[in-house]
């Protein structure tokens, strides 16, 4: 080949090879970012048999590794009959992953020495009185950010306790609160004391815990649009809706506002940016792009057991952190958390010593995100021959049966052909309880209907069962279901109103009873105004 030949050669050559460079970093990081990096080969088929069979409409991943975001892709849609795609960007309520955000906020306090982990709350909290004054006392940050202070949830269908009014009247009520097990005893998780730590952060600091969330850690870590609490997320933007198996079929249901019990289950992010929040857990724990947003002793302190949780013997250890749930998979060392509220479910995963975090959400509550994340850890710890999906997917399936006949043997038990003890107008009035606030029923069209704390959103229509028992059937789907019945008195005019609150479902695509875990809250009847 002449001289000007190779010359024109070694040209072409450069501009080609200039050419692919070009369209190479041209390519935006979130496209590459979308396909999967090689241990995750076939990883799109897996989750596409997930989603059809558990149903869900919306998903969205995200997998760090070795401080890098290496996939970030969303699947399905944000809104059933709707067109718009999930994606990385998408914003989902990643529900009780929020607690974390609500230790990390705590954290950066402790680093600052302006509280220490072990301080009362009280001191912090003057007018937070609990059940035992020695309690009221003791009880530390640390206690309750490790759920061992033996107080429970209060009301079922996920977060739900008068929702309508502020946090300080919730704080002041909690007095009335007994506790499950005993102080210090044991692990009893409670969504409501920690929305009470999360107020040390105003009580502290004069600024509010959604902003000082957002200013000191979403900020830093490039989470430019999550959110700390739902009351500014704007519907019609890139953001995901919830939904729910109802009577066997996956409907939408309305979205809820959670920011009552803010610290504990509000925050709302999607895939891509809480990568970010991984990578600062992970590596040099604390440190996110080279910069120490949080003290490494304090990170460290999250992720150890302060609160073991009791299991059956011989199964692998289990306890709570600081915002983390801690166990093991296949060996390893897990910090994880799950989330749920209405139509939405989450978890967050990280295997420490394999630096990997995996963070998955979906729009309707499934089993399907702890399948696909024990996936995930499979591939990248080299495990084959587990189909994860089919295993949850079959005991989901058996489990489905076992929750509908123990909902078949209610119904059965129904006592038919009674009636109530008196004509409908007799169970109209007010009634009131210490820690649940204020309850009307009210004669509409020839049938009760029940309101808790003049909420509008807290709705239920009273269906007659046996006797003086009604179901309430609640107005927002979601909501599902309670039991409620009425007594008199001595002089025989009604007085209190009982709810069954349904605290922990056994499987909500079935209904909110049957459940193991429920609370009667005993509500009196109080004479009219005038």
Partial sequence: MSVPARRAAATWSARVSGLILALVFAVPMAAVQEQPPSPLEGIESFVERGMRDWGIPGLAV??????????????GVRRLGHP???????????????????????????????????????????????????????????????????????????????SARDRSEQIQR?????????????????????????????????????????????????????????????DSGNVAWPHQEIDGE??????????????????HSSAREIANWMRLHLGTPGEFEGTALLGRETVEEMHRAQNIIRRPAFEPLA?????????????????????????????????????LGIFITTNTFNGFT????????????????????AESWQRHVEQKARVQAGRDAIHAARIRGTRPSGPLGDFAGGYDDALYADAKVELEGGRLVLTLWDDPLQV???????????????????????????????????????????????MLQVGAYPSSYRRVAS?????PQD
């Fill in 62 to 75: 995200s997998v760090v590794k070795d401080d890098e975001l290496v996939w970030a892709r969303g699947f």
């Fill in 84 to 162: 718009e795609p999930v994606d990385a960007d998408t914003l989902f309520n990643v529900a009780s992953v929020s607690k974390a955000f609500n230790a990390a906020a705590l954290g950066l306090l402790v680093d600052e020495g302006r509280i220490g982990w072990d301080d009362p709350v009280v001191e912090h909290i003057p007018q937070l009185r609990l059940y035992d004054p020695y309690v009221t006392q003791a009880a530390t940050i640390r206690d309750m950010l490790a759920h061992r202070v033996g107080l429970g949830r209060l009301t079922g269908n996920r977060l739900r306790w008068i």
């Fill in 174 to 234: 909690l007095r009335h609160l007994e506790p499950e097990i005993g102080f210090r005893e044991g692990y009893v998780y409670s969504n409501v004391l920690y929305m009470v730590a999360g107020e040390v952060v105003p009580a502290v600091t004069g600024t509010g815990w959604e902003a000082f969330v957002e200013q000191r850690l979403f900020a830093p870590l490039g989470m430019r649009r999550s959110l700390a609490g739902g009351s500014r997320l704007d």
């Fill in 250 to 267: 996956v409907v939408e249901i309305p979205r809820r506002n959670f920011d009552a019990v803010g610290p504990a289950a509000s925050v």
């Fill in 319 to 355: 306890a709570y952190g600081l915002g983390w749930r801690l166990g093991t998979h296949e060996g390893r060392h897990t910090s994880s958390h799950g989330g749920a509220v209405d139509g939405m479910n989450t978890l967050l995963m990280l295997l420490p010593e394999e630096n």
């Fill in 370 to 389: 702890g399948a696909l994340a024990a996936h995930i850890m499979d591939a990248y710890l080299g495990i084959e021959g587990r189909d994860r999906h």
């Fill in 460 to 506: 239920a229509d009273l269906e007659h069962w046996h006797h003086d028992t009604f179901r309430a059937i609640w107005r927002n789907p979601a909501m599902r279901e309670e039991f409620v019945w009425f007594t008199r008195g001595r002089d025989g005019t009604v007085d209190g109103l009982h709810i069954d609150w349904n605290l922990r479902p056994a």
């Fill in 523 to 527: 509500f009196r009847r109080v004479a």
